[in-house]
């Protein structure tokens, strides 16, 4: 079905930079027009998720979060200026989206994820994007993708750093419970710690490469590793998440 679709002259010239890429071929843009994902969390890493996701082509994207804007945000939550202030965000971003590629649909959800919200939102989606800020959140979404079998692309920033991780829960393999086993008694984030805010827009663009990847089945992905990034040192480092035989999920 994918193969079949048909490609116009304007599609064509639009991702044409993409498409020449012999690991994306016409082939693979239609996948990306195919792509389905879910993006929890409209902030300094939802923002450049969406926007890359978006001018890439991907054809169906969930957006979830229930805040408003405000004038703190405007350091780092790119899709954002001074008259989005007070305003959902889930709104202001579709609209700014839209401008950026009409073509594509933009679910919103304006909702906090819950245990009795989480299918309803989720189910619809194969992959699953966690920007959110808060550890209980995270544990909540990971435990749904476990249970379901989703990819779950999960990313968080503090201060000076940022970290990445992929699941594929389609295979057996770690999870998040696995690398932090019980819930911590403090939250690491944005609002405790502050953020650099060109750390937001780095990790926020790795989170969208690894949604590419995933939809394009690209190796060497980032699947059962962790990415550490340093801003002050300019420093990668991947580590190995393994499966921890006492996980909650029993991996």
Same mark, same amino acid.
């Given at each position: 079905?994918?193969?079949?679709?048909?490609?116009?002259?304007?599609?064509?010239?639009?991702?044409?930079?993409?498409?020449?890429?012999?690991?994306?071929?016409?082939?693979?843009?239609?996948?990306?027009?195919?792509?389905?994902?879910?993006?929890?969390?409209?902030?300094?890493?939802?923002?450049?998720?969406?926007?890359?996701?978006?001018?890439?082509?991907?054809?169906?994207?969930?957006?979830?979060?229930?805040?408003?804007?405000?004038?703190?945000?405007?350091?780092?939550?790119?899709?954002?200026?001074?008259?989005?202030?007070?305003?959902?965000? !889930?709104?202001?971003?579709?609209?700014?989206?839209?401008?950026?590629?009409?073509?594509?649909?933009?679910?919103?959800?304006?909702?906090?994820?819950?245990?009795?919200?989480?299918?309803?939102?989720?189910?619809?989606?194969?992959?699953?994007?966690?920007?959110?800020?808060?550890?209980?959140?995270?544990?909540?979404?990971?435990?749904?993708? !476990?249970?379901?079998?989703?990819?779950?692309?999960?990313?968080?920033?503090?201060?000076?750093?940022?970290?990445?991780?992929?699941?594929?829960?389609?295979?057996?393999?770690?999870?998040?419970?696995?690398?932090?086993?019980?819930?911590?008694?403090?939250?690491?984030?944005?609002?405790?710690?502050?953020?650099?805010?060109? !750390?937001?827009?780095?990790?926020?663009?790795?989170?969208?490469?690894? !949604?590419?990847?995933?939809?394009?089945?690209?190796?060497?992905?980032?699947?059962?590793?962790?990415?550490?990034?340093?801003?002050?040192?300019?420093?990668?480092?991947?580590?190995?998440?393994?499966?921890?035989?006492?996980?909650?999920?029993?991996?």
């Amino acid at each position: 079905m994918i193969l079949q679709m048909k490609v116009n002259f304007n599609q064509f010239k639009r991702f044409e930079k993409q498409i020449i890429l012999k690991k994306i071929g016409l082939a693979g843009q239609k996948k990306i027009f195919y792509g389905n994902v879910l993006i929890i969390g409209i902030g300094g890493l939802g923002c450049p998720l969406l926007t890359y996701l978006a001018a890439s082509g991907v054809g169906k994207i969930g957006i979830v979060d229930f805040d408003k804007v405000e004038i703190s945000n405007l350091n780092r939550q790119t899709l954002f200026n001074p008259g989005d202030i007070g305003k959902f965000k !889930v709104n202001q971003a579709k609209k700014a989206i839209n401008k950026i590629n009409k073509k594509i649909k933009i679910i919103t959800f304006k909702k906090k994820i819950t245990s009795k919200n989480i299918k309803q939102i989720l189910n619809a989606f194969d992959i699953i994007c966690d920007g959110t800020d808060n550890y209980k959140t995270r544990y909540l979404i990971n435990d749904y993708c !476990v249970k379901y079998k989703k990819i779950l692309i999960s990313s968080a920033i503090s201060k000076f750093d940022g970290q990445l991780m992929k699941f594929n829960f389609k295979k057996k393999g770690p999870c998040y419970r696995c690398f932090m086993p019980s819930l911590p008694d403090f939250e690491n984030n944005c609002q405790t710690e502050g953020i650099f805010s060109p !750390v937001a827009g780095i990790m926020g663009s790795l989170q969208a490469n690894e !949604v590419l990847k995933s939809i394009l089945k690209l190796r060497n992905d980032l699947t059962n590793q962790i990415l550490i990034f340093d801003a002050l040192k300019a420093d990668f480092r991947k580590l190995k998440i393994s499966i921890n035989s006492k996980c909650a999920n029993k991996c």
